[in-house]
């Protein structure tokens, strides 16, 4: 299996403009996650989903941010509209189960000028 | 609210000698906790895990010990080698809910 598959790796926009995150999980994973990376607080979950279902979105900064999972093998990320201070490292993880280990994708590094 | 603390962001050790992280947590409903070692440009990788039912678990070279009663997880690598330098995140578990500290980097050094 190649792993958990993120695209794009790096995105520049500017402020205002929709950014779509994408994320393929290991096949098999029935769990998907949504985090984002800052020096300030680590790694912050966003969302998580559990066949394909939203469990929990506590973690959505705010209203601009979405996630969907049409399907087992693909999730999207979605901010509109962005702000600067969106910029971060956003990383998708998968796993079996709650407790199971997390395999992570290389992430992608998100610039909002 | 930071439930998982990690209060050393970096950590500088010599090849051979002991590295020792450190983590804190504050939700006593924790019942599972993980290291992640994390290299420049890619995603965190698993490490190594613990049950809250367990005091300890070791794995080659890398042991976590887990205080309950003091909240309070770490993680020995012994002896610690150049390729260990990368930043180490601490993530504990309620089965329903997932934290990450913020991360400690560790430098060894040759």
């Known amino acids: 299996d190649a792993g958990v598959i993120q695209s794009p790796r790096h995105e520049v926009t500017e402020m205002g403009q929709e950014v779509t995150l994408r994320c393929k999980p290991i096949s098999g994973h029935d769990y998907l996650f949504w985090y984002r990376q800052t020096m300030m607080r680590g790694l912050e979950l966003l969302i998580y989903f559990n066949n394909n279902v939203p469990i929990d979105d506590s973690g959505m900064p705010e209203d601009r941010f979405s996630a969907k999972m049409p399907n087992a093998s693909f999730s999207t990320l979605k901010i509109q509209p962005s702000e600067p201070r969106d910029s971060a490292v956003y990383f998708c993880?998968?796993?079996?189960?709650?407790?199971?280990?997390?395999?992570f994708g290389p992430g992608t590094r998100l610039t909002v000028l | 609210d930071q439930q998982v603390k990690q209060n050393s962001p970096s950590l500088s050790v010599q090849e051979g000698r002991i590295s020792i992280l450190n983590c804190d947590y504050t939700n006593s409903m924790f019942d599972y906790f993980l290291w992640y070692k994390k290299y420049p440009a890619e995603g965190p990788t698993f490490l190594i895990s613990?049950?809250?039912?367990?005091d300890k678990n070791e794995d080659g070279r890398f042991t976590v010990f887990l205080n309950k009663s003091a909240k309070h997880l770490s993680l020995h690598i012994v002896p610690s080698q150049p390729g260990d330098s990368a930043v180490y995140f601490c993530a504990a578990t309620t089965g329903n809910q997932f934290y990450f500290g913020t991360g400690t980097s560790l430098t060894v050094i040759p």
């Open positions: 613990i049950s809250s039912i367990k």
């Open positions: 993880a998968s796993s079996q189960g709650t407790t199971d280990t997390q395999y």
